[in-house]
Nanobody, 121 residues
Framework: QVQLVESGGGLVQAGGSLRLSCAASGRTFSTSTVGWFRQTPGKERELVAAITWNRNTYYADSVKGRFTISRDNAKNMAYLQMDSLKPEDTAVYYC???????????????WGQGTQVTVSA
């Protein structure tokens, strides 16, 4: 069992940066793949970035070169550094974890409650 809590969301102007954090509890976090998803009203949840236990990474095309995913297994933490933010990045961002390896789009069993990110033009 893994519990996840996101933090770091907020309001930022276009071009600015935010760093999201995901605090995890549970013995299996260090061996899990962690994904950051986002969702806006009326749209499906979208995988933004993911990182395996040994730091293989995946990025959606829409965020490549702007977002960086990382993790600190010793602290049971994962992060999403978001730079050069755009208004279209506005969404609720969720941290998820699961034993999916590099099958980044496979179902994740564990989810956080989400944190709102709003980017103003």
């Amino acid at each position: 069992q893994v519990q996840l809590v996101e933090s770091g969301g907020g309001l930022v102007q276009a071009g600015g940066s935010l760093r999201l954090s995901c605090a995890a509890s549970g013995r299996t976090f260090s061996t899990s793949t962690v994904g950051w998803f986002r969702q806006t009203p009326g749209k499906e949840r979208e995988l933004v970035a993911a990182i395996t236990w040994n730091r293989n990474t995946y990025y959606a095309d829409s965020v490549k070169g702007r977002f960086t995913i990382s993790r600190d297994n010793a602290k049971n933490m994962a992060y999403l550094q978001m730079d050069s933010l755009k208004p279209e990045d506005t969404a609720v961002y969720y941290c998820a974890a699961g034993d999916v390896g590099t099958f980044y789009l496979a179902p994740y069993p564990y989810w956080g409650q989400g944190t709102q990110v709003t980017v103003s033009a």
